[in-house]
């Protein structure tokens, strides 16, 4: 049985939001009415809904952000790569993160339109992604 991921989350725009996600992120535009659009990002279901409330940024990534662990590397660079290529704003550029320990991973943030922030992770080693419980580090604050 296979389980898929579902998030809602706020725009301002729906046109906006299809642009930013379909063209930008490559996710297939599903279906949609004048106040919500379904999107599949890498086989996940998001829904942007409309609000008419004030959407502001947030002071910095914490604490809240979505986004992908990719299992593959090069699927990770591929986004890397379209998110260069379609000039998406990126919150954090591309780095390394805790080098050389069990928990290393490569890392970048995306800001949607809306002050969305989405992270794309890929970990030097799949264990690191839910186990390797005896470390402490997570993202990075303490």
């Known amino acids: 049985m296979q389980t898929l991921f579902h998030l809602a989350f706020p725009v301002t725009d729906i046109a906006t939001a299809k642009e930013y996600y379909g063209n930008g992120l490559g996710c297939a535009v599903g279906r949609e009415n004048a106040k919500s659009v379904i999107l599949n990002l890498y086989g996940h279901q998001l829904v ?23 299992l593959v590397e090069a699927d990770w ?36 339109p809306f002050h969305n922030l989405m992270e794309f992770k890929y970990y030097a080693h799949p264990s690191a992604i839910f186990g390797e419980v005896e470390f402490v580090q997570i993202g990075d604050r303490e």
Do not use: C, N
């Open 77 to 112: 660079e591929a986004l890397l790569e379209r998110a260069e290529r379609k000039e998406l704003k990126f919150y954090q550029s591309p780095k390394y993160r805790f080098t050389g320990s069990p928990l290393e991973h490569r890392t970048f943030f995306l800001e949607d």
């Open 48 to 70: 942007a809904h409309l609000t008419d409330q004030p959407l502001t940024p947030q002071p910095g990534i914490y604490p809240r952000h979505f986004g992908l662990v990719f």
